[in-house]
């Protein structure tokens, strides 16, 4: 019974390059979320989607971020012309319902560094 | 702004003691309470959560205590062991609001 899976484990780019973080949630559930982590701080929501569709980005930057959940497959967190400020730990959970009354799984996330 | 706050960014307990986490919240919308832990380059792993219907919680050694009036909650781990040590972080969430916001972390060390 596998966990939230997430890839790459660790990302390194340059400046200016995309980075692309993908995350497989639990087997049936429907509801991905991720959240980043920046040093010595809590993990900060980025983002809520559901199959094909973008529930609630409010927590992602304007520019140069993007999120996908297709119907098939992982989703997708989208990171473009990185900059240093992006190298963070990024992660994504998934729960099996969106009422937000229960508890999100978490994946081991990624860590991207950003020279 | 930080809705939800741990203070005392780190604790050092003797194992077989006690340890008490404490965090506090803002936003009187919340209603759900979790509690995840966190190893060094791993992901949170949920611990246990608390409803605002109740006021405590209890799974094995650990427990979780709300005061709504306080906005207050704290975790106890009786007894206390070396893996134990880990960071732990407080969340909250509202019915029909789907994100979790965390509390900046609770380094736990509990010495053998």
């Known amino acids: 019974n596998a966990g939230v899976m997430q890839n790459p484990r660790h990302l390194v780019r340059r400046r200016g390059q995309e980075a692309r973080l993908r995350c497989s949630p639990v087997?049936?559930?429907?509801?991905v979320y991720w959240y980043r982590q920046l040093p010595e701080e809590g993990l900060k929501f980025m983002v809520y989607?559901?199959?094909?569709?973008?529930?609630?980005e409010s927590g992602m930057p304007k520019e140069r971020f993007s999120a996908e959940f297709p119907k098939e497959g992982p989703s997708i967190l989208r990171i473009q012309q990185v900059v240093r400020g992006d190298s963070a730990a990024y992660f994504c959970?998934?729960?099996?319902?969106?009422?937000?009354?229960?508890?999100?799984?978490f994946g081991p996330g990624t860590r991207l560094t950003v020279l | 702004d930080q809705q939800v706050k741990q203070n005392s960014p780190s604790l050092s307990v003797q194992e077989g003691r006690i340890s008490i986490l404490n965090c506090d919240y803002t936003?009187?919308?919340?209603?759900?309470f979790l509690w995840y832990k966190k190893y060094p380059a791993e992901g949170p792993t949920f611990l246990i959560s608390?409803?605002?219907?109740?006021d405590k919680n209890e799974d094995g050694r650990f427990t979780v205590f709300l005061n709504k009036s306080a906005k207050h909650l704290s975790l106890h781990i009786v007894p206390s062991q070396p893996g134990d040590s880990a960071v732990y972080f407080c969340?909250?969430?509202?019915?029909?609001?789907?994100?979790?916001?965390f509390g900046k972390g609770n380094q736990v060390v509990v010495i053998p």
């Open positions: 959970a998934s729960s099996p319902s969106g009422t937000g009354d229960n508890e999100q799984f």
């Open positions: 087997k049936g559930h429907s509801h």
């Open positions: 989607l559901q199959k094909e569709n973008i529930i609630d």
């Open positions: 936003n009187s919308m919340f209603d759900y």
């Open positions: 608390i409803s605002s219907i109740k």
């Open positions: 969340a909250a969430s509202y019915y029909g609001n789907n994100r979790l916001a």
